[in-house]
């Protein structure tokens, strides 16, 4: 089964902190992963996207992808509680479908 | 504006009923996708279509259906086959085009479906 997972949280944070949110995947040939933000009874907006190895930095926000240990990172800066909400991973695992993780719920503390 | 429009926002089915919701894009996107979201869970792909007149099943496509007739719109019936439909029903569109997992999906604003 072709799965992409990410950790169960929630995942509470101060504000002004950094928030970290792991995710993994099971197919190595997976070429390109996305972050979504889900606010509560909304739908998926699109964060970040990343295809390369390494750091790809957006504003507050920085995803990281480790190709080799199939795993790809968000990290967001200064964290404000207007970020507080289900952060979602994806990654195309077979062609032209997009396989979701379960998401990471972050709350920002005032 | 060019965006991805449900409708309706939320929507009631009865027992036996069939029910269809509506997903338009004023993008030109070639591709147009089907997901459900339930309380907890990720998104799962239920149909999606890389052109008109053309569609796939995704991973949990019984008890729907869909067409694509034009290339600007793709509803999705929840059939009485389908037993347990309450959900949140997301639609997305993406170019189509970039080769293997390159285009984006852009989500509607969702269809919550409630069962009474």
């Known amino acids: 089964q072709k799965e992409v997972e990410q950790n169960s949280g929630p995942l509470s944070v101060p504000e002004g902190a950094i928030a970290s949110l792991n995710c993994t995947y099971s197919?190595?040939?997976?070429?390109?992963f996305f972050w979504y933000r889900q606010y509560s009874g909304k739908s998926p907006e699109l964060i970040m996207f990343i295809y390369s190895n390494g750091d790809k930095e957006d504003g507050r926000f920085t995803a990281q992808l480790n190709k080799a240990s199939q795993y790809v990172s968000l990290l967001i800066r200064d964290s404000q509680p207007s970020d507080s909400a289900t952060y979602l991973c994806?990654?195309?695992?077979?062609?032209?479908?997009?396989?979701f993780g379960a998401g990471t719920t972050v709350t920002v503390r005032a | 504006d060019g965006g991805i429009t449900q409708s309706p926002k939320y929507l009631f089915r009865k027992e036996g009923q069939n029910v269809t919701l509506s997903c338009e894009q004023n993008?030109?996107?070639?591709?147009m996708y089907w997901y459900r979201q339930d309380p907890g869970q990720g998104l799962r792909l239920i149909y999606y279509?890389?052109?008109?007149?053309?569609?796939q099943k995704g991973d949990i496509a019984e008890g729907y259906s869909v067409s694509r007739e034009k290339k600007e719109s793709f509803p999705l019936t929840v059939t009485s086959a389908q037993k347990n439909p309450t959900a949140f029903y997301l639609c997305?569109?993406?170019?189509?085009?970039?080769?293997?997992?390159?285009?984006?999906?852009?989500f509607g604003p969702g269809t919550r479906l409630l069962v009474l």
């Open positions: 994806a990654a195309f695992l077979d062609d032209y479908k997009l396989s």
């Open positions: 279509s890389q052109i008109v007149n053309d569609f």
């Open positions: 197919d190595r040939g997976s070429q390109s």
């Open positions: 993008l030109n996107h070639d591709a």
């Open positions: 997305a569109s993406s170019t189509g085009t970039g080769g293997r997992g390159k285009e984006t999906q852009y």
